[in-house]
Nanobody, 125 residues
Framework: QVQLVETGGGLVQAGGSLRLSCAAS????????RGWFRQAPGKQREFVARIDWSGGSTYYADSVKVRFTISRDIAKNTCYLQMNRLKTEDTAVYYC??????????????????WGQGTQVTVSS
């Protein structure tokens, strides 16, 4: 049984930083894509960042580029999202995801097979 568990969310002031972790169990993710999405109240789930588990290539949403960094620790089967210079508009529930055949559809939630339960990130002004 595959499980993704996010940790690291919380309340932070604008301009601050948080680091989210997504620990996976139940399988290895060689050849998979691991991603981060977020969903604010009343809005659709949106793509934040993704990383190719084997090669390490990364892509970011324009809204977080430069401020956020996605990384991985293959030995720990864990994906990270370092979030710097946080803004109030970054407030959302953040989800990690994994998919085996994501390809160019990496921005679409439907391309991912496995999801975590989400962790709340609240940025105050």
């Amino acid at each position: 049984q595959v499980q993704l568990v996010e940790t690291g969310g919380g309340l932070v002031q604008a301009g601050g930083s948080l680091r989210l972790s997504c620990a996976a169990s139940g399988r290895t993710f060689s050849g998979y894509t691991r991603g981060w999405f977020r969903q604010a109240p009343g809005k659709q789930r949106e793509f934040v960042a993704r990383i190719d588990w084997s090669g390490g290539s990364t892509y970011y949403a324009d809204s977080v580029k430069v401020r956020f960094t996605i990384s991985r620790d293959i030995a720990k089967n864990t994906c990270y999202l370092q979030m710097n210079r946080l803004k109030t508009e970054d407030t959302a529930v953040y989800y990690c995801a994994a998919g085996g055949s994501v390809g160019l559809m990496y921005r679409s939630p439907s391309a991912y097979t496995y999801w975590g339960q989400g962790t709340q990130v609240t940025v105050s002004s």
